[in-house]
């Protein structure tokens, strides 16, 4: 599972269908991962401690989600 980093998808079903979805690395500050889900006006984050904790948050979420160009760095196994 490759998880772009830096770049903005759209989830395309499940909960949050439609919502915007980044991940920002900020593994130099907090030492994880901030995941940060918007749609217009609404907006929340969820972090995670570490690269194995933001697959895990993937895989349990089973999003489809379309991340356009995938360009820079990843996550990925």
Known sequence: ME?????????LDGEYAGWNIEVMD???????YY???TRGEQGYDDWV???DSL???FEE?????NWGAVA???IDD
Not at 3 to 11: A, C, F, K
């Open 3 to 11: 998880i772009p980093v830096g770049i903005t998808g759209r989830i």
């Open 26 to 32: 900020d593994t130099e500050g907090t030492g994880g």
């Open 35 to 37: 995941i940060f889900l």
């Open 49 to 51: 401690e570490d690269a």
């Open 55 to 57: 697959r895990g948050y």
């Open 61 to 65: 979420t089973n999003w489809r989600i």
């Open 72 to 74: 820079g760095a990843s």
